[in-house]
C-alpha cells in the first residue's frame, strides 16, 4: 500500500477542466511528501483513460466539468474502478449535488478555498478508507432527500457499497461470508468495514453489528 511511513508516496490524480487550477494543485501537493500527482485530466472521460493507466490511490475531481462531470466520474468509477476513493473539490455547495454524490460512492466533497494542509489531510484520510466532508456543507449529506428515499439516519453517509457490507456484518457474517455473498474480494471487505468502524465510531465489531442491527431494522432478518 502506498502513503505509509516508509513506502511509496500516495498517487494522486487530478481531474479539473481549469489547467490554471490542475497546475495549481499539482504544485501544491507536490511540496508534501508523502503525496505525489501521478495524472492529470481535463474532463471525467479522459480521467478515465488516466485512472486505468496510472492506477491512483486517490482521484481529486471537480464536480462541474463539460461533458462527464464529477458526479458521473464517481459513479464510473464506482463501475470500473471499485474501492477508489474520489475527493470531490468544488466551489459549489449544493445540498441536492451533495448527497448525489456521497450516494454514488464519493469519498469526500471539499470547497476549493480549503488550506492546503487540510487538503492532504483529505486526500490521506480517504485513501485510508475514510469519508471526508467540509463542516459547512456536510449537513447536506446527512439531510433526508426526497420523501421515500432518506437512509436511515446512521447510515446516511455510507456508499451504496458500505451499506451491502453493513447487512452482512449486522448478520454477524464473517469477512469471507461476505465478500462470496456480495462477488467482492475480501480485502476489500475488510477496507469497507474498516470505513464502518470508523464512519459509525464503533468500537468493536461486535459494537458495528449490534448498531448495525438496530439501524438496519427491518432489513435484518
Not at 10 to 29: A, P
Not at 64 to 74: H, I, N, S, T, Y
Not at 125 to 137: K, Q, S
Not at 181 to 210: I, M, P, Y
Request: proline share 5%.
Amino acid at each position: 500500500m502506498s502513503g505509509a511511513e516508509g513506502t511509496a508516496p500516495w498517487r494522486v490524480v487530478v481531474v479539473d477542466d481549469h489547467e490554471l487550477l490542475r497546475r495549481g494543485l499539482r504544485l501544491v501537493l507536490e511540496t508534501i511528501d508523502d503525496l505525489a500527482v501521478v495524472g492529470e485530466a481535463a474532463d471525467g472521460r479522459e480521467a478515465l483513460a488516466v485512472i486505468a493507466a496510472r492506477a491512483p490511490d486517490v482521484v481529486i475531481t471537480d464536480a462541474r466539468m463539460p461533458g462527464l462531470d464529477g458526479l458521473g466520474l464517481v459513479r464510473a468509477c464506482a463501475g470500473a474502478h471499485p474501492g477508489l476513493p474520489l475527493l470531490v473539490l468544488t466551489t459549489f455547495e449544493d445540498a441536492a449535488l451533495v448527497r448525489a454524490l456521497v450516494d454514488a460512492g464519493a469519498a469526500g466533497y471539499l470547497l476549493k478555498d480549503i488550506a492546503p494542509d487540510r487538503l492532504a489531510e483529505s486526500v490521506r484520510a480517504v485513501a485510508e478508507g475514510g469519508l471526508v466532508l467540509d463542516p459547512r456543507i456536510a449537513r447536506h449529506a446527512r439531510s433526508p432527500g426526497p420523501a421515500g428515499d432518506a437512509a436511515p439516519a446512521p447510515l446516511a453517509i455510507l456508499t451504496r457499497s458500505e451499506r451491502a457490507v453493513a447487512g452482512g456484518v449486522a448478520r454477524g457474517r464473517t469477512n469471507g461470508e461476505i465478500a462470496a455473498s456480495l462477488h467482492l474480494a475480501e480485502g476489500t471487505v475488510k477496507n469497507h468495514v474498516s470505513a464502518l468502524l470508523r464512519k459509525l465510531e464503533a468500537r468493536d465489531r461486535t459494537a458495528l453489528a449490534l448498531q448495525l442491527a438496530k439501524a438496519l431494522g427491518r432489513e435484518v432478518p
